[in-house]
């Protein structure tokens, strides 16, 4: 009997394990030489985070209909936003969990304790999250690409953001 052991994964990962990866060509990251403690930085989230009463939550009912759809916009969240303010919209993480204590998805607290001892020279005005899970639809990467991505780019820009802490969950 033959196993398929890509049968209940996106379609993308049997390409991914099958055929021989991608080799990139140059740096896939960028130095970071500024010293900690005068550099302004930014958390970035995948938790799917909002404000409540402010901002529309990441749409997981689409995603419930069509699994492998995911939402690829972003949100911005305040630096000053209170725990109480947040909204989740995941339907890959405990949900509860992290709003129980939401500096593990987005460490708002322990920056600030970092940048009031020193360590870290500031943190941006707002931060970022965006729905983690991206499902694998015809041009879900490419959007990513070209909208997405370039978009949070320049909104740290914006803020003179010299280094993003990503905070995965």
Do not use: C
């Amino acid at each position: 009997m033959k196993i398929d052991d890509y049968k209940y994964l996106p379609r993308m990962y049997r390409s991914l394990y099958e055929n021989k990866p991608a080799i990139e060509e140059g740096k896939v990251w960028a130095e970071f030489d500024k010293h900690l403690s005068r550099a302004r930085v930014a958390l970035l989230s995948s938790a799917g985070l909002s404000l409540r009463s402010q901002q529309p939550p990441f749409d997981v009912e689409r995603e419930r209909r069509e699994p492998t759809w995911g939402d690829a916009s972003y949100r911005l969240i305040p630096r000053a936003t209170e725990p109480s303010e947040l909204a989740i919209s995941h339907l890959h993480i405990r949900n509860d969990d992290v709003l129980a204590d939401p500096n593990i998805a987005l460490p708002l607290a322990p920056l600030a304790d970092l940048v009031e001892s020193g360590f870290v020279g500031g943190a941006t005005a707002e931060h970022v999250s965006v729905m983690g899970y991206q499902g694998w639809y015809d041009d879900a990467l490419d959007r990513w690409r070209d909208e997405t991505a370039p978009a949070i780019a320049r909104a740290l820009k914006e803020q003179d953001a010299d280094g993003v802490v990503l905070a995965p969950v």
